[in-house]
């Protein structure tokens, strides 16, 4: 069993930022794949990053290349959502999850474990 937790999102002004943190316990942490989604209202969950540690790379969703950055902390059990110039179409309940297969992280239905979410606001 995995244990996710997100915090840091909240209410922003176009342009502004925010880091999001994702906690997992449970299993040792560098093993597995860490990927962030969003979820608007009457929207489907869309991919936003994602992950992996040996080795260490990393993927984005088009439309937050160059304004998101995804980094992990290994001995923190942590990994971080940094997002810059956010826009007021970034607005979503933000989660992270947990998945095995590095060559799935874009596929919603194949992560093993979610977070509750952590809502992201931003403000025209």
């Known amino acids: 069993q995995v244990y996710v937790q997100e915090s840091g999102g909240g209410l922003v002004q176009a342009g502004g930022s925010l880091r999001l943190s994702c906690a997992a316990t449970g299993r040792p942490f560098s093993t597995y794949t860490m990927g962030w989604f969003r979820q608007a209202p009457g929207k489907e969950r869309e991919f936003v990053s994602a992950?992996?540690?040996?080795?260490?790379?990393?993927q984005y969703a088009d439309s937050v290349k160059g304004r998101f950055t995804i980094s992990r902390v290994n001995a923190k059990n942590t990994v971080y959502l940094q997002m810059n110039s956010l826009k007021p179409e970034d607005t979503a309940v933000y989660y992270c999850?947990?998945?095995?297969?590095?060559?799935?992280?874009?596929?919603?239905?194949?992560?093993?474990?979610w977070g509750q979410g952590t809502q992201v606001t931003v403000s025209s």
């Open positions: 999850g947990v998945i095995n297969v590095w060559t799935d992280y874009l596929k919603a239905d194949k992560y093993d474990y």
């Open positions: 992950i992996r540690w040996n080795p260490e790379t990393a």
